[in-house]
Every structure is written in structure tokens, then in C-alpha cells.
């Protein structure tokens, strides 16, 4: 019981951690599940759609904001392609530079 408090101590302590690390981070960051459906960001990107991240995890763009369907286009091309993608977008009248990257699990699948 102990070495499994303490592996799940470890792995909170390691979480919090990323998360901390995330949300120092001044891009704007997120992922998604394979279904499009957001699984997490950091706090530029919570600022940046004007929402907490409590309401963005487990949707979709197109249900949190109007707004960005360029961006949405873009994920599904990238999804396609499986592949990096790399765009300039404007957005809400500033220019972003975009990077899409697919996310892979341990064995390899496409998974977000």
C-alpha cells in the first residue's frame, strides 16, 4: 500500500508540475482527442478564447466559440495528413504562427 501512495504521490507531484510548466509558458497551447474534443490547455490559451478551462476540456471549438473556423480546417487537414503542420493564421485581426503536431500514444496510434 505504501509504494502505491507513494507511485501516485509521485505521479501528482509530476502532473501539477507539467501543468505549472504549461501555463508559464506564454504560447498559446492545447490538445485534443481524436474526435476533435479538447483534453487540455494552458492559461494562454484559456485568456486568449476568454473562457476558463473547466468549459473548454471535453468540447469542441465550434461549441465554445463562432469564431476560428480556419483553425478548425487546418486540424482536420492535419489529421488527414497525420503529419506536422506549420501556418500562419490570422486571427480576430492578429497574425498567429501555427504549429499542429498529431499526438501519438506509447504504441504508436494516433490519438489526438
Same mark, same amino acid.
Given at each position: 500500500?505504501?509504494?502505491? $501512495?507513494? @507511485?501516485?504521490d509521485?505521479?501528482? =507531484?509530476?502532473?501539477s508540475? !507539467?501543468n505549472t510548466? !504549461?501555463?508559464? %509558458?506564454?504560447d !498559446? %497551447? +492545447? *490538445?485534443?482527442?481524436?474526435d476533435? @474534443?479538447?483534453?487540455?490547455?494552458? $492559461? ?10 473547466e468549459? %473548454?476540456?471535453? =468540447?469542441?471549438?465550434?461549441?465554445? &466559440?463562432?469564431k476560428? @473556423?480556419?483553425? &478548425?480546417?487546418?486540424e482536420? +487537414?492535419?489529421?488527414?495528413q497525420?503529419? @506536422?503542420? &506549420?501556418? &500562419? ?5 492578429k497574425s ?6 498529431? *499526438? +501519438?500514444?506509447?504504441?504508436?496510434? !494516433? %490519438?489526438?
Amino acid at each position: 500500500k505504501k509504494a502505491l $501512495a507513494c @507511485s501516485l504521490d509521485v505521479k501528482e =507531484r509530476q502532473a501539477s508540475l !507539467l501543468n505549472t510548466m !504549461l501555463d508559464n %509558458i506564454p504560447d !498559446l %497551447i +492545447y *490538445f485534443k482527442n481524436i474526435d476533435g @474534443s479538447f483534453i487540455g490547455c494552458n $492559461a494562454a490559451f484559456e485568456t486568449f478564447l476568454h473562457v476558463k478551462r473547466e468549459e %473548454i476540456v471535453g =468540447r469542441e471549438l465550434h461549441e465554445i &466559440t463562432d469564431k476560428f @473556423s480556419e483553425l &478548425t480546417a487546418l486540424e482536420q +487537414y492535419m489529421r488527414l495528413q497525420q503529419r @506536422s503542420l &506549420t501556418q &500562419t493564421l490570422v486571427l480576430d485581426e492578429k497574425s498567429y504562427m501555427l504549429t499542429l503536431a498529431p *499526438f +501519438y500514444n506509447e504504441q504508436h496510434r !494516433l %490519438i489526438g
